[in-house]
């Protein structure tokens, strides 16, 4: 049975504007994972937290 789910179109983009060096590093699991499910896997977590930018949290 295909899969029918899309993938979500913010994670396909954001995985085409890496690096050549660190898209050469990602496994197809990895991309897969990311761009279908909530969560980005620990694996391809190691490679990309470089360029991510976490949002300071809010005042309570």
Known sequence: MPNTKKPDPAKVAFLRGLPEDIKASIT?????????????????????????VEEPESPS
């Not at 897969?32 to 990309?48: C, N, R, V």
Request: glycine share 4%; net charge negative; no cysteine.
């Open 28 to 52: 197809g699991e990895e991309a897969q994972q990311f761009m279908f499910s909530e969560y980005i896997p620990e694996s391809l977590y190691e490679k990309i937290k470089h360029l991510l």
